[in-house]
């Protein structure tokens, strides 16, 4: 009964808000003096609470507040390691010290934003409280877009390890590139330990519980569930607090899940097809490539790679039937080609992430970095004569930044599902 209560306290609290805003059309921001405290903090709350259970990425970041009357950049600053001290003391003789060295990294900011549109009609018809709704759904928005700002960011590190992959009998193969992960590169325990070796040996620090940390995608944790090396969080959540998406531990490395951890996986060749073939056999290595198979129009691969039998190569310009290549191939007639973003055969690929206290750093939601627009109708003066429209809308400040980059490293493997997902 509270929670419905409460629910209907907020769908009467928008509607208010509403009819308050029909009857002033002055009033028209949250930040305008003509919105009461209450109004604005009651908006402004309910869109940071929609938003943050998706900015899984921000969760493990170093956090600086946006600069007030700083320009454009915010900066992140760390002091560096002292040698070993290893000259014994003379008694009486004090040594000469060191200086602590700090290094600064700047990252520009940048601003994100977007709203929706409700007419009056749909104000007056719709069963539920329309500017509540609306609400939820750009606070999902505003969530997912600051998320992989972040994620996105944290994919430009230069640290990364391939999984293996693995027959049917169990023998492994390494591999040393993108394009080579099939599904049965699977994420596993072994692949893990090998990763947080890793970050042992270069001596990044773990988080205040003594443990790393791993970002993996549901078809990633699928696999390493599998494992029976695997352990669930009530196996281990009696003495620690567990993360936002939490859902095991291995060896010191506390695995969170997101659906948002990043997939590598190109978008479909044609209009009307995902792979392309080859139209005519190239016998001597060329750089144009005839093909069949599919609806392309002209340059709408440029830029982008394939794959042509074992060979990723760079599509530099096309026409609806041939494509010329950044590097001279050879290929077969009727060899598939495939988007060449991802893995073997055109499937996805997930990157997962394994990092240690301050890898990185974001700016924070919270004091400035994100606010909600409101505007009721009218408040467009001519360009909405009638008052027909109000909108709802935010914006925000974001920049991520990689502040130690061996501290990080990437883990890219395969899944069992590897087919199904599609590139985010």
């Not at 309910?46 to 259970?53: N, Y």
């Not at 591999?175 to 330990?193: M, N, P």
């Not at 010191?252 to 073939?277: H, M, P, Q, W």
């Not at 310009?317 to 055969?345: F, Q, R």
Request: neutral net charge; aromatic residues 6%; glycine residues 10%.
């Amino acid at each position: 009964m509270k929670t419905n209560m409460s629910k209907l306290y907020q769908a009467m609290a928008a509607m208010m808000m509403l009819q308050m805003f029909a009857a002033d059309p002055n009033t028209n921001v949250t930040t305008d003096t003509g919105m009461s405290v209450e109004n604005k903090t009651f908006y402004d709350k309910e869109l940071i609470r929609t938003a943050g259970p998706r900015l899984v990425h921000d969760q493990f970041a170093q956090k600086r507040p946006i600069p007030k009357n700083g320009g454009q950049s915010v900066e992140f600053r760390q002091f560096g390691d002292l040698p070993k001290a290893l000259t014994p003391l003379t008694e009486g003789v004090t040594p000469n010290g060191k200086k602590l060295s700090a290094t600064a990294k700047t990252a520009t900011v940048s601003q994100y934003g977007d709203y929706v549109t409700i007419s009056d009609k749909l104000d007056l018809t719709a069963i539920d409280p329309v500017a509540l709704e609306a609400v939820d759904v750009i606070g999902k928005q505003m969530g997912l877009t600051l998320d992989t700002v972040t994620r996105n960011k944290l994919h430009q590190g230069l640290q990364v390890m391939y999984a293996p992959l693995r027959s049917s009998a169990g023998a492994e193969t390494e591999v040393s590139s993108r394009s080579k992960l099939d599904k049965s590169a699977v994420l596993t325990v072994k692949l893990v330990q090998q990763a947080c070796t890793e970050l042992k040996a270069m001596n990044v620090p773990t988080f205040d519980d003594g443990c790393y940390v791993m970002i993996i995608h549901p078809y990633s944790a699928y696999d390493l569930k599998r494992d029976p090396e695997w352990r669930k969080p009530h196996e281990y959540a009696d003495t620690r607090q567990l993360y936002n998406g939490e859902v095991g531990m291995v060896d010191g490395v506390r695995f969170v899940e997101t659906s948002e951890a990043k997939i590598y996986c190109g978008e479909d060749l044609a209009s009307n097809s995902r792979t392309l073939t080859v139209n005519g056999a190239v016998s001597s290595a060329g750089k144009t490539i005839n093909f069949d198979g599919g609806t392309v129009a002209a340059n709408a691969l440029a830029g982008r790679y394939v794959l042509i039998g074992d060979k990723r190569v760079k599509v530099v310009s096309n026409t609806t039937s041939a494509l010329t290549l950044d590097t001279a191939i050879t290929a077969e007639d009727n060899a598939v080609i495939y988007p060449g973003e991802g893995g073997a055969g055109g499937g996805a690929v997930f990157g997962n992430l394994i990092f240690g206290k301050n890898a990185y750093g974001v700016t924070e939601i919270e004091g400035g970095g994100a606010e909600t627009i409101i505007k009721p109708k009218g408040s467009a003066g001519t360009a909405d004569p009638l008052n027909q429209r109000s909108t709802v809308g935010w914006k925000a400040i974001k920049t991520a930044e990689i502040l130690v980059d061996f501290y990080m490293m990437r883990v890219e493997c395969g899944s069992a599902y590897s087919a199904r997902a599609r590139a985010n």
